[in-house]
């Protein structure tokens, strides 16, 4: 439980400044829809629907390693993990937004208590390095392709860059986190498409709920294979998302048989 002095603590901090604010970009805005036909997230922008990033890397990522570790704590286990984590990282998220902008930020439930402090240090170690920001919760698309919202996007030590902020309940291994890398290598993708912006890096920002931090960098010809990856990836799902069009394709009069 928390006393007065804490209260007081959580309201000075969300008085703090945020990050120097530049207008280098005018970011379109757009607006995140659920399709009721899939349930999957899509965006719409400028009258056009486009599946978001982590809709691709969801339905053409390996599953077998989800598969053993719901096998392994159970069903039922598994779920109640994903819940809590997903409402962690939402909260860190809306901390590190918060700070940002500036703007105040209290939250005194369970999981803000838990969020704040993972929050506080990645503001504390991987937000120092950034001398201004473009744009916080940045929805990003590729015309045609692909939609979806990038945490930060900043002059980060001298590069424009692209920030993610994760959290994970544990230390992660650089091999575990291929889609984190596709993710930013598509955004990166995107808004040097429709801004024409040069993103040299993408950085990854990680902390664990007992405050291990980890930040993993991608630039230059590493970037740049991501890059290529990501686009094998977006083939991949639509080559998908057209084999269940002519799945569920109605058969015409001529083709049906007795």
Same mark, same amino acid.
């Given at each position: 439980?928390? $006393? ?22 005018? !970011? ?11 349930? +999957?997230?899509? !965006? /719409?922008?400028? $009258? ?5 990033? *982590? ?6 990522? $390996? =599953?077998?390693?989800? %598969? ?15 819940? @809590? ?12 937004? @918060? ?51 990038? /945490?930060? &996007? ?6 424009? *860059?692209?920030?993610?902020?994760? =959290? ?11 889609? !984190? ?5 598509? !955004? ?12 040299? =890096?993408? &950085?990854?920002?990680?902390? +664990?709920? /007992? ?5 993993? %960098?991608? #630039?230059?010809?590493?970037?740049? =294979? ?21 799945? +569920? ?5 001529? #083709?049906?048989?007795?």
């Amino acid at each position: 439980m928390m $006393n007065d002095k804490d209260i007081k603590e959580y309201h000075a901090i969300g008085k703090k400044p945020g990050l120097k604010k530049s207008n280098k970009y005018n !970011y379109i805005t757009g607006k995140q829809l659920t399709d009721p036909g899939s349930g +999957t997230r899509v !965006y /719409d922008i400028d $009258n056009s629907r486009l599946p978001s990033v *982590t809709t691709i890397l969801g339905a053409t990522k $390996n =599953q077998d390693f989800i %598969k053993k570790w719901k096998a392994k704590v159970g069903d039922q286990e598994a779920e109640r993990i994903k819940n @809590h984590s997903s409402n962690r990282g939402t909260c860190m998220h809306k901390f590190l937004e @918060h700070y940002v902008l500036g703007t105040g930020c209290v939250d005194l439930t369970r999981i803000g208590q838990e969020a704040r402090p993972m929050a506080d240090k990645i503001i504390e170690i991987g937000l120092t390095p950034v001398e201004e920001y473009y744009g916080s919760e940045v929805t990003l698309h590729y015309p045609g392709l692909y939609a979806g919202s990038t /945490d930060l &996007v900043c002059l980060h030590n001298g590069m424009e *860059t692209i920030v993610d902020f994760k =959290q994970s309940n544990r230390p992660k291994k650089e091999e575990w986190i291929e889609d !984190y890398y596709l993710q930013i290598a598509m !955004y990166a993708m995107a808004h040097d498409y429709v801004y024409g912006s040069k993103i040299k =890096q993408g &950085v990854i920002m990680v902390c +664990t709920p /007992d405050l291990y931090y980890q930040e993993f %960098k991608t #630039e230059g010809a590493d970037l740049k =294979q991501w890059k290529h990856k990501a686009l094998k990836r977006i083939d991949m799902y639509n080559e998908l998302k057209h084999d269940e069009k002519e799945r +569920t394709k109605p058969m015409k009069a001529e #083709e049906f048989t007795k």
